[in-house]
């Protein structure tokens, strides 16, 4: 047994599906989860099938109406415990996660600690959702509007962020009252086992949480089929989510989509770039750059550009690159081979077109252990142009492309010049300005001088292609209810008029 497996183990869970509270075989086909650092194998699970899904969504059936009857608070606590378990367990789900995904070890436990937050987060909600009572223009009538649990749900999320991306969506969907059937991806289902085992631990009852790892279309099709989903959450690419809006079409479940992201950073010509360059860094190499929130184009004012490149250049040299479960590590590897050759085949492409690479770092090359690993070289271009591939779309992986500019408007412009509109990021000292900038971008959320805006208690969501609906805050309860009006007569005292 792997060390990985042993991992698991302690958390009481199995590479497995997790279907009514219990460890069971899937009947499709056979994943192998592989080390991205290494290239070896360190789990091999049987994906869930068509059938699996179909029982997982009886099962949640049939536990929806007593989830849904428990009070708000009560539900409240469960989730409260799984954040506390969450937290007890730091280590070794860090562990697991980056064994399958590939972050650093340092990240990863940062992912626990922000998914343990949207458990607390919500399990404080929970208690909170209140209707209200409105006028009716009949006497003796009112309405009562009260929110109620949609139903059984389905939830899909990717492999960049495997334990936060469920977390933020199952903790939303119990404290609402409804059940869930989660499909994490085949890459990445070890740390979401990982987080069912512990769901169970905390006193979730049976069937509230299904965990069924399987193939995207698989899933896809399982969940969108059935007319007993009636909320579909999806994390993932544009194109998978214009996919999933046709499959839906056949019942109309609600959709929440959190899609891609092309997130300019804006640099304004009075920023500070000693403060802006390592905040840049943090930011596009946190997960080696697959996040669809990253820093994807960055506009530097042109008199600037020599400066930033200087600084890059010299932070750049002291990265270390490599195997995420040693020390210190800046990055590790992108999640398989075929990424790498997407992110060098844009760079490639750039670089043909005109652009030039002026600072790069390969120093995982030093360590022999990396060499059956997945690495892509961090990477910092110049000469970029808004019509290359590069910039028009989603990176994900540790390049950045610098785009010079004259002016604020035309940065701003060029800025919006995309169909994405999920995250930007602005940084100035002229704090006016850099909210002017922030106000005129088009994203969902915007970052003024600060690298990481996202947290559990304020709603996040895309504009454009990047998606619709909310994750986080008192928002994300909500899309996972219903509004229910009741008109009815108002209680008298028998007798008086």
Same mark, same amino acid.
């Given at each position: 047994?792997?060390?990985?497996?042993?991992?698991?183990?302690?958390?009481?869970?199995?590479?497995?599906?997790?279907?009514?509270?219990?460890?069971?075989?899937?009947?499709?086909?056979?994943? @192998?989860?592989?080390?991205?650092?290494?290239?070896?194998?360190?789990?091999?699970?049987?994906?869930?099938?068509?059938?699996? =899904?179909?029982?997982?969504?009886?099962?949640?059936? @049939?536990?929806?109406?007593?989830?849904?009857?428990?009070?708000?608070?009560?539900?409240?606590?469960?989730? *409260?415990?799984?954040?506390?378990? !969450?937290?007890?367990?730091?280590?070794?789900?860090?562990?697991?996660?980056?064994?399958?995904?590939?972050?650093?070890?340092?990240?990863?436990?940062?992912?626990?600690?922000?998914?343990?937050?949207? =458990?607390?987060?919500?399990?404080?909600?929970?208690?909170?959702?209140?209707?209200?009572?409105?006028?009716?223009?009949?006497?003796?009538?009112?309405?009562?509007?009260?929110?109620?649990?949609?139903?059984?749900?389905?939830?899909?999320?990717?492999?960049?962020?495997?334990?936060?991306?469920?977390? *933020?969506?199952?903790?939303?969907?119990?404290?609402?009252?409804?059940?869930?059937?989660?499909?994490? @991806?085949?890459?990445?289902?070890?740390?979401?086992?990982?987080?069912?085992?512990?769901?169970?631990?905390?006193?979730?009852?049976?069937?509230?949480?299904?965990?069924?790892?399987? !193939?995207?279309?698989?899933?896809?099709?399982?969940?969108?089929?059935?007319?007993?989903?009636?909320? !579909?959450?999806?994390?993932?690419?544009?194109?998978?989510?214009?996919?999933?809006?046709?499959?839906?079409?056949?019942?109309?479940?609600?959709?929440?989509?959190?899609?891609?992201?092309?997130?300019?950073?804006?640099?304004?010509?009075?920023?500070?770039?000693?403060?802006?360059?390592?905040?840049?860094?943090?930011?596009?190499?946190?997960?080696?750059?697959?996040?669809?929130?990253?820093?994807?184009?960055?506009?530097?004012?042109?008199?600037?550009?020599?400066?930033?490149?200087?600084?890059?250049?010299?932070?750049?040299?002291?990265?270390?690159?490599?195997?995420?479960?040693?020390?210190?590590?800046?990055?590790?590897?992108?999640?398989?081979?075929?990424?790498?050759?997407?992110?060098?085949?844009?760079?490639?492409?750039?670089?043909?077109?005109?652009?030039?690479?002026?600072?790069?770092?390969?120093?995982?090359?030093?360590?022999?252990?990396?060499?059956?690993?997945?690495?892509?070289?961090?990477?910092?271009?110049?000469?970029?142009?808004?019509?290359?591939?590069?910039?028009?779309?989603?990176? =994900?992986?540790?390049?950045?492309?610098?785009?010079?500019?004259?002016?604020?408007?035309?940065?701003?412009?060029?800025?919006?010049?995309?169909?994405?509109?999920?995250?930007?990021?602005?940084?100035?000292?002229?704090?006016?300005?850099?909210?002017?900038?922030?106000?005129?971008?088009?994203?969902?959320?915007?970052?003024?001088?600060?690298?990481?805006?996202?947290?559990?208690?304020?709603? =996040?969501?895309?504009? *454009?292609? @990047?998606?619709?609906?909310?994750?986080?805050?008192?928002?994300? !309860?909500?899309?996972?209810?219903?509004?229910?009006?009741?008109?009815?007569?108002?209680?008298?005292?028998?007798?008086?008029?």
């Amino acid at each position: 047994m792997s060390e990985t497996l042993l991992l698991l183990d302690r958390l009481g869970a199995r590479p497995a599906l997790f279907v009514g509270g219990a460890w069971c075989e899937g009947h499709g086909e056979a994943a @192998s989860v592989r080390n991205p650092a290494t290239g070896l194998e360190i789990a091999s699970v049987r994906l869930a099938g068509p059938g699996d =899904f179909a029982g997982a969504i009886d099962g949640a059936q @049939s536990a929806q109406a007593g989830w849904a009857r428990e009070p708000g608070a009560a539900r409240g606590e469960i989730l *409260k415990r799984v954040a506390v378990l !969450l937290a007890a367990r730091r280590h070794d789900l860090a562990e697991v996660l980056t064994c399958e995904q590939g972050k650093p070890l340092s990240q990863a436990a940062g992912e626990v600690d922000y998914a343990a937050s949207f =458990f607390q987060w919500f399990g404080e909600e929970s208690r909170r959702p209140a209707g209200r009572l409105q006028p009716h223009p009949l006497r003796g009538r009112e309405y009562r509007v009260k929110p109620v649990p949609a139903g059984v749900v389905g939830l899909v999320t990717p492999w960049n962020f495997p334990l936060a991306q469920g977390a *933020k969506k199952i903790a939303a969907a119990l404290a609402a009252g409804c059940t869930a059937v989660w499909k994490p @991806s085949e890459l990445t289902p070890l740390v979401a086992l990982g987080l069912a085992a512990l769901a169970k631990e905390a006193g979730l009852p049976d069937g509230v949480l299904q965990v069924l790892p399987a !193939l995207g279309p698989v899933g896809g099709e399982a969940l969108t089929a059935d007319p007993r989903i009636r909320v !579909l959450s999806l994390t993932g690419s544009t194109q998978t989510g214009r996919t999933v809006v046709r499959a839906s079409a056949r019942h109309l479940p609600r959709l929440s989509l959190e899609l891609g992201g092309n997130a300019p950073f804006v640099i304004l010509p009075d920023a500070d770039l000693d403060a802006v360059v390592p905040e840049l860094i943090k930011l596009k190499l946190l997960c080696g750059g697959q996040v669809c929130v990253t820093a994807n184009r960055v506009f530097v004012p042109q008199a600037l550009e020599p400066a930033l490149i200087s600084r890059l250049s010299a932070a750049w040299a002291g990265l270390r690159i490599g195997n995420g479960l040693a020390g210190g590590m800046d990055a590790g590897p992108l999640i398989h081979a075929a990424a790498c050759e997407r992110v060098r085949a844009l760079v490639e492409g750039a670089v043909s077109a005109g652009a030039s690479v002026v600072a790069e770092n390969r120093s995982h090359e030093s360590d022999a252990g990396n060499a059956g690993g997945s690495f892509y070289p961090p990477q910092v271009l110049r000469g970029v142009r808004d019509d290359m591939p590069l910039v028009r779309e989603e990176i =994900f992986g540790p390049v950045l492309p610098l785009l010079t500019y004259s002016d604020v408007e035309d940065a701003v412009r060029r800025a919006n010049a995309t169909e994405a509109g999920l995250a930007a990021y602005v940084y100035g000292r002229d704090l006016s300005l850099a909210n002017a900038v922030a106000d005129a971008l088009e994203a969902g959320i915007v970052g003024v001088n600060e690298w990481r805006p996202l947290r559990a208690e304020i709603p =996040f969501g895309g504009t *454009k292609a @990047s998606g619709q609906g909310w994750e986080g805050g008192e928002e994300g !309860l909500r899309e996972f209810q219903e509004l229910k009006v009741i008109s009815s007569p108002v209680p008298q005292i028998p007798g008086r008029s």
